[in-house]
């Protein structure tokens, strides 16, 4: 079994284009599936009357999901030859065998919650991932919110990559999360069995992830598995019900670019003004929390005029 499935022969970059057609887009093939599920949604809310989406919010959650497949596409095969290039250096390479997508799959969540957790705990990483945060109402519209920079922290990955798994392997594997990640996102399903609420983040733990309580901030960063915050300590159940969106919350709701760059806007902004080395790092990697509480004490602090 060792035999076959390591020391696999090197990709030839000249046959890239069949690692692309044999690396199928679930994103693509999905998208009509998950809108028409989410228009379902949306008018089963406007029947029953229930808060569950806003117009503009909602028509900037599908101009940032359009933009998202738009990149996806445009950056997929630059991702692909640097993948490709990867597996190559690799002695321990791994044959294109799809039950190893189970162990990526694993492996590949487990990064995928440091990712995530990094991604609350640093501005500047923070800003790849406000985007998805922004919408004050939980709705499976809020699944298109992906940022637009998010394919920045690929870099999280690279372990994955090092381990030698396939790259068909690989990009099925990143769609098929992606895709996981879409049903979460409703308050339509309550919770679910308790052994299912214990390994998989349901729609319950992952609205935890999406409230603006302090009890709920920075809590259940698991994309798949739950179990990642439970072992790591961020675990939290759904108790009340969660307010939704961040501590100050955007406006101009409906346009992508302003959604998708409003906080490297402030980065920028804030760095720009900060005295020193230590505080210009601060705002550029310091935890979102604390810099918008501090530049709330500053926004609070009186007026001091000098004679």
């Not at 321990?92 to 065998?97: D, G, P, S």
């Amino acid at each position: 079994m060792g035999e076959s499935l390591v020391g696999a022969a090197p990709i030839s970059i000249d046959h890239i284009w069949m690692i692309e057609q044999g690396a199928p887009n679930l994103i693509l093939w999905a998208a009509p599936i998950m809108f028409l599920l989410t228009a379902i949604e949306m008018v089963v809310t406007y029947v029953q009357e229930n808060p569950f989406y806003e117009k503009w919010e909602t028509v900037g959650s599908v101009l940032v999901g359009l933009g998202s497949v738009v990149i996806g596409l445009v950056i997929k095969l630059g991702l692909l030859y640097g993948l490709v290039w990867l597996y190559n250096q690799l002695p321990w390479r791994m044959a294109l065998q799809w039950w190893t997508l189970i162990p990526c799959y694993i492996i590949f969540d487990f990064f995928s919650y440091w990712a995530h957790r990094i991604s609350h705990e640093q501005r500047f990483w923070w800003a790849t991932h406000v985007v998805h945060h922004s919408g004050e109402h939980y709705n499976l519209s809020v699944s298109f919110r992906l940022s637009w920079i998010q394919y920045l922290k690929t870099i999280f990955f690279l372990p994955v990559g090092l381990i030698g798994f396939h790259p068909i392997i690989f990009f099925t594997t990143n769609q098929l999360a992606v895709l996981f990640q879409f049903w979460v996102h409703t308050e339509y399903i309550k919770k679910m069995p308790r052994w299912v609420e214990f390994v998989f983040a349901t729609p319950s733990n992952h609205r935890v992830h999406h409230g603006s309580q302090e009890k709920y901030i920075d809590k259940n960063f698991g994309a798949t598995f739950i179990f990642w915050d439970r072992l790591f300590g961020t675990y939290q159940p759904e108790e009340e019900r969660p307010i939704y969106g961040i501590t100050t919350n955007i406006d101009q709701k409906a346009n992508p670019f302003h959604i998708n760059f409003h906080e490297l806007k402030d980065i920028i902004h804030d760095v720009k003004r900060a005295k020193g080395f230590r505080r210009k790092w601060f705002y550029l990697f310091g935890s979102p929390v604390e810099v918008a509480r501090q530049k709330q004490q500053l926004a609070n602090q009186p007026l001091v005029i000098s004679d």
